[in-house]
């Protein structure tokens, strides 16, 4: 059970795609409830019922929006991943919520001072109980189907830095690259794994890769580097190193330090 809580699960934080499924909510919920007329009618005057109706609409809506951010912290929690368990206690999150603010809008809002308003076993078992059983299948969907549409985009913006012959190869995206070392037959390969700096030892050559990749840029015999980790230069010894992202140091070689310097200071610029 923990193991299937735990599997990731297709995710997409973006703000503006949320907005979207926000948006079609607000919709959905305005139909649902225009059509199926949970409410008594004589509750309200002719028109009312379309203006109370769009305002749960927008108060669903709403609710969405303003509990994107707890998505973001348990996102950065589990250090840019997104689980089932992350799902099922955002949905849990915001269904509650939901449900609290549409019984209070409907006691303070909708029938203020009704000696006889629903009762909450009521409300809850004839209108927001069903209600939420059908929005619930659109918030599913369309995070799922944004979730998947990014992680194939991410996928397509992959690369794969393959290994010698039945050897396994790593494959992730370009800037997630620091930095690969030479170690004898092998490569020393040094990545990010959303901020985790990890390290995987492949069976090829550096000069293999520079071949593969020039984008990486060859700062010594032994190293090639991603420019987009550069931070600053550093000068020890006589000797010229350069600082990329999570303290990692690679030499410059006098062979290579001009055409370094020279890409350098231009991307930097």
């Avoid at 193991?3 to 607000?26: E, M, Q």
């Avoid at 002719?46 to 669903?60: A, C, H, K, T, W």
């Avoid at 019984?103 to 209600?131: C, D, N, Q, S, W």
């Amino acid at each position: 059970m923990k193991k299937l809580l735990y599997r990731k699960y297709p995710f997409d934080p973006s703000i503006k795609n949320h907005c979207i499924v926000a948006f079609g909510l607000s919709i959905w919920v305005f139909i649902f409830l225009f059509y199926t007329e949970p409410f008594d009618v004589n509750q309200f005057k002719d028109d009312e019922m379309p203006l109370y109706m769009s305002l749960y609409g927008l108060l669903v809506g709403t609710c969405y929006l303003v509990f994107i951010p707890i998505q973001q912290i348990l996102f950065k929690k589990y250090k840019e991943n997104w689980y089932v368990i992350s799902e099922i206690l955002f949905l849990l999150i915001y269904v509650i919520i939901s449900i609290i603010a549409a019984r209070l809008f409907y006691l303070y809002a909708v029938v203020p001072g009704e000696p006889y308003p629903y009762t909450l076993g009521y409300h809850l078992k004839a209108i927001l109980i069903p209600a939420f059983l059908t929005i619930l299948p659109i918030v599913i969907f369309g995070r799922f189907a944004f979730g998947k549409y990014k992680n194939k985009k991410t996928e397509a913006k992959k690369i794969e830095i393959k290994g010698e012959g039945n050897y396994e190869g790593l494959r992730l995206l370009f800037n997630d690259v620091i930095c690969i070392q030479s170690s004898d037959n092998y490569i020393e390969v040094f990545y990010l794994n959303g901020s985790i700096l990890k390290k995987t030892l492949i069976r090829n050559k550096l000069s293999v890769i520079a071949n593969e990749f020039p984008e990486l840029l060859r700062t010594h015999r032994s190293y090639l580097i991603n420019p987009y980790h550069f931070l600053q230069w550093k000068t020890e010894k006589s000797k010229l190193f350069i600082l990329l992202f999570h303290h990692i140091e690679v030499p410059v070689s006098k062979t290579y330090q001009n055409n370094v310097k020279s890409i350098l200071n231009s991307t930097t610029e």
